[in-house]
Nanobody, 120 residues
Framework: VQLQASGGGLVQPGGSLRLSCATSGLSLADYAIAWSRQAPGKEREGVVCISSDNGITYYADSMKGRFTISRDNAKNTVYLQMNSLKPEDTAVYYC??????????????WGQGTLVTVSS
């Protein structure tokens, strides 16, 4: 099982980015996929998760209304659309997967992250 996050970069405050999590070695339809992030000098925190039946779990209220997770099982890819970005969203973003229909908050598999920098 492999997951690879991509799509990070430098964006101005208020801007948008769409991250992608490309998966392989699994049947994405059978997996819950989560995004987490780690800001410089801080602990890793959960962002959002999508279950195999498209149930959404946000792990922090600050992301609700700004971040949207979606999946395309045919493309083996999960997306994280991030709008109204703030400097405090600067972090390395990771995607993780677990072979469960629900989001447990503790994915077994994690990929390498992608850096998002929000700065003017």
């Amino acid at each position: 099982v492999q997951l690879q996050a991509s799509g990070g970069g430098l964006v101005q405050p208020g801007g948008s980015l769409r991250l992608s999590c490309a998966t392989s070695g699994l049947s994405l339809a059978d997996y819950a996929i989560a995004w987490s992030r780690q800001a410089p000098g801080k602990e890793r925190e959960g962002v959002v998760c999508i279950s195999s039946d498209n149930g959404i779990t946000y792990y922090a209220d600050s992301m609700k209304g700004r971040f949207t997770i979606s999946r395309d099982n045919a493309k083996n890819t999960v997306y994280l659309q991030m709008n109204s970005l703030k400097p405090e969203d600067t972090a390395v973003y990771y995607c993780g997967g677990e072979a469960r229909y629900y989001c447990s908050g503790d994915p077994r598999y994690w990929g390498q992250g992608t850096l998002v920098t929000v700065s003017s």
